[in-house]
């Protein structure tokens, strides 16, 4: 049996209710999480994957580059997530992760799509260094193909590494939805805990990536759906669903302030808005390949961009990634006059991995 408690909400930023106090101040913060692309590179080419045209370059983010990030940030930053492209793909996976938790991340979550887990050397480090490795599930919407089955059978192994070992790896999967696939919640669902995983994860599907103006794919009934999921289903399973992603709620914020709470550093080493508009030249803030001072989350070029972005303006807001939903409640205390330690509620037992925002 698992608490009652989730993996994503606008208000997990409250955690670190000093760094939102002294945000709402003016002060300088360190982000709570930051992400991290290790590579564009992948083992798949996904339909509608929304990253497949700049992927064609191929970049990796090397060892003397994570250092120098990891330096600045591992001591200040307590959550660390790594993707890409696929990051398990890439020679130094285990090297990279070893190395953040060197330098002080309290939380590395991987996100894969689980092509590389199956290999020793990768699911040593993993077993060794990392708090939850999320599966992105595929393959499922019409029929199960093998990569799906495959998928399966590679979690299946690495949780029971997880149990024979005693590491405190946990293990996630996740299910994009739109309203076309909704009967198969259930069927997926149950498949992905059989085989072991911790944890299921719903999050909308998004479309129109090429227009640079990406919205949510028609999530008609997908509510519903996961509803009726969980009345069937064992009672315990650890079944995630952010709420406020699937809300019709405009979102409204003076400036993109969740860009101060999670930041996005590309494989290209340049430091983005956010994961949801990665490799958008209209989207980067900061090369970090020309500068990586231990003061460049301050840059001037960096705040000046991000001051620059609002919820007029921001053409990636219909995604309702983490950047404006945490930007839309930051916003929400500024218009309130929040400024004192009781002007914010915080909770830190309703999340899991508190430091993975």
């Given amino acids: 049996m698992y608490k009652e408690q989730n993996v994503f909400a606008s ?3 409250t955690n670190e209710k000093h760094k ?3 945000y709402l101040r003016g002060e300088e913060i360190f982000p709570i999480t930051m992400e991290v692309d290790l590579t564009q590179k992948c083992t798949r080419a996904c339909p509608g994957c929304p990253y497949q045209v700049s992927r064609r370059a191929g970049h990796t983010l090397e060892i003397p580059f994570l250092d120098r990030l990891f330096s600045i940030l591992g001591n200040n930053t307590p959550g660390l997530i790594l993707s890409g492209g696929e ?23 991987v996100i894969s799509n689980g092509g590389m887990t199956h290999l020793p ?11 939850s490795i999320r599966f992105s599930l595929y393959d499922w919407q019409d029929r199960e193909e093998k990569y799906f089955t495959d998928t399966l059978e590679k979690i299946r192994n690495l949780r029971n590494r997880i149990e024979k070992e005693g590491s405190k790896l946990e293990i996630g999967a996740s299910i994009l939805t739109r309203k076309e696939v909704t009967h198969k919640f259930h069927t997926v669902g149950k498949k992905a805990f059989d085989a072991g995983i911790h944890w299921l994860y719903f999050h909308p599907y998004c479309v129109d990536w090429e227009t640079k103006s990406p919205i949510q794919a028609d999530q008609t009934g997908v509510l519903e759906a996961i509803e009726e999921m969980k009345r069937v289903v064992p009672a315990g399973l650890n079944i995630q669903v952010p709420y406020e992603r699937y809300s019709t709620e405009k979102l409204h914020f003076d400036k993109l302030h969740g860009s ?33 001072d231990d003061d460049f989350l301050w840059h001037p070029e960096r705040i000046e961009k991000i001051n620059n972005l609002n919820s007029d303006n921001y053409t990636f807001i219909g995604t309702k990634h983490r950047p404006p ?6 916003q929400k205390l500024i218009d309130n006059n929040a400024n004192q330690e009781n002007d914010i509620q915080s909770h830190p037992e309703e999340f899991f991995y508190p430091y993975i925002v």
């Fill in 87 to 109: 990051a398990t793909c890439i020679n130094h996976f285990p090297e990279a992760v070893s190395l953040a938790k060197e330098k002080g991340f309290k939380e590395i979550a």
């Fill in 325 to 330: 939903m945490f930007s839309n409640y930051i």
């Fill in 11 to 13: 208000s997990k930023i």
């Fill in 20 to 22: 939102v106090l002294a």
């Fill in 260 to 292: 101060h709470f999670i930041i996005q550093v590309g494989a290209d080493g340049i430091n983005y808005a956010g994961p949801e508009c990665k490799y958008e030249e209209e989207a980067a803030l900061l090369d970090l390949n020309e500068y990586t």
């Fill in 121 to 131: 050397r990768i699911q040593n480090a993993l077993l060794e260094n990392v708090t």
